[in-house]
């Protein structure tokens, strides 16, 4: 599986937006995927994560009620809308995918990585 990120950008604390992450290969459509993020001299944390069936959805405390993710089997792209930015959300976003659940994913030990893409939340 291959993961390609985008969305990433600049954008005003209050503000929007949404991150898509596009997977290829025979399995694509049949992994878990989520969005981690980090920031330089601290450890990759998880942020989001979706079952390959779309019903089971994880979160970090930390964006609960901001972000939500979705996904479309039909285009094996998986999203992140996030709402409501603050400068703390600033970081380098990572599409993972892994074998298992939803929940699974936020423990760790994800079998694929995307490339990041970065969000900058201003003050």
């Known amino acids: 599986v291959q993961l390609q990120a985008c969305g990433g950008g600049l954008v005003q604390a209050g503000g929007s937006m949404r991150l898509s992450c596009a997977a290829t290969?025979?399995?694509?459509?049949?992994?878990?995927m989520g969005w981690f993020r980090q920031n330089p001299g601290k450890e990759r944390e998880f942020v989001a994560a979706i079952s390959w069936s779309g019903g089971s959805t994880s979160y970090a405390d930390s964006v609960k009620g901001r972000f939500t993710i979705s996904r479309d089997n039909a285009k094996n792209t998986v999203y992140l809308q996030m709402n409501s930015l603050k400068p703390e959300d600033t970081a380098v976003y990572y599409c993972?995918?892994?074998?298992?659940?939803?929940?699974?994913?936020?423990?760790?030990?994800?079998?694929?990585w995307g490339k990041g893409t970065l969000v900058t939340v201003s003050s």
């Open positions: 290969g025979s399995a694509a459509s049949t992994v878990a």
């Open positions: 993972a995918a892994k074998w298992g659940t939803a929940q699974a994913m936020a423990q760790g030990g994800m079998d694929y």
